[in-house]
């Protein structure tokens, strides 16, 4: 994150350049006196994956799944979804409807982690 200063204050100096350097996973917090709308629009567009990202995928494998948001940057799993899935036996249906759940649960979560206005990952036709 770099700025361009434009009142002389201690450091840096007038007209430089100063930047900050940001750890993952490690909060920090931006304090300003006043914020223009044009920058706070910025900034909330600048952290929003949903509307960064290019591509929305779900990677599955038996009862498990993810679903991630890919930028030309980053990937970000939005949910995890875990859901026990019976063995297949003769005269039960219980394989088929943990499959049936299963998939319904992938549907629903992932329709809701990427909702808002990026890519859809999964639409009605």
Sequence with gaps: MCELTLVRGDQPQMGAYHAIDLELNVPFTLAKGRWDTVVLERLKSATNIVEQADVACVVMSSGLAHVCLISGEMTVVRAKIEHSIPKKRIGSSGHTKGVKRF???????????????????FRKT
């Design 103 to 121: 998939f319904q649960l992938v549907y629903e979560v992932g329709a809701h982690a990427t909702s808002g206005q990026g890519p859809a990952l």
